[in-house]
Structures are given as C-alpha cells and as structure tokens.
Nanobody, 122 residues
Framework: QVQLVESGGGLVQAGGSLRLSCAAS????????MGWFRQAPGKEREFVAR????????YYADSVKGRFTISRDNPKNMVYLQMNSLKPEDTAVYSC???????????????WGQGTQVTVSS
C-alpha cells in the first residue's frame, strides 16, 4: 500500500506563490511516477505536472508551464509543487498521486492523497 498526504495549500493573492508538499509512505517508490492534479468546483480533475522518482524527469500541463515546478526529495520521500505567478483560475483542490506509468490521465494513477485547497484571490 501507498499513503500520500498533501499539505501547503491556502489562500493567496493573484501573483503570489505557494509550495505544496506530498509526503509518501508505504511501498518503495522507485518505480513510480508522481503526479499533481487539481479539481475546481464543477470541473473534471485536471493534470498539472508529473515527475519520476528515479530520473527526476518532469512534464507539465501547458496551463502551468513556466509558472509551476515539480520536484522530489528521494531520501525524504517527498514531492513538491512550487507554484508561482498564481492566477484565480488556479483555484482548486490539488492532489498528489502515484503511478506505475508515465501518464497524464487520472486513470493512470493508482494511489491518491486527500487533497489540499488552493484559493487564489483576484
């Protein structure tokens, strides 16, 4: 089993920054990719970014490219999402997830955290 716990959400003004953290525990993660997704009220869950534990290879949604940075700390089993230049449309519940494959579809991911709310005011 894999347990994922997010933290770091909150309320921020447009143009501000937040850093989300995802603490992973349970099975070894070397074979996993870790992703961040978000879901706004009334909308479907949306891919944000992903990273591989082994190589640190990253991939971003076009909507966040250049503003968000995903990273990982292997010894600590932590994954981070640094969010800069935040916009009101970034408001959503952000969740981290673990997958055996390098995908952007939520169905590719096997384990999910409970999510953390990010609210960006205009």
């Amino acid at each position: 089993q894999v347990q994922l716990v997010e933290s770091g959400g909150g309320l921020v003004q447009a143009g501000g920054s937040l850093r989300l953290s995802c603490a992973a525990s349970g099975r070894t993660f070397i074979k996993y990719a870790m992703g961040w997704f978000r879901q706004a009220p009334g909308k479907e869950r949306e891919f944000v970014a992903r990273i591989t534990w082994s190589s640190g290879s990253t991939y971003y949604a076009d909507s966040v490219k250049g503003r968000f940075t995903i990273s990982r700390d292997n010894p600590k089993n932590m994954v981070y999402l640094q969010m800069n230049s935040l916009k009101p449309e970034d408001t959503a519940v952000y969740s981290c997830a673990a997958s055996y494959v390098l995908g952007q579809d939520p169905d590719d991911y096997d384990y999910w955290g409970q999510g953390t709310q990010v609210t960006v005011s205009s």
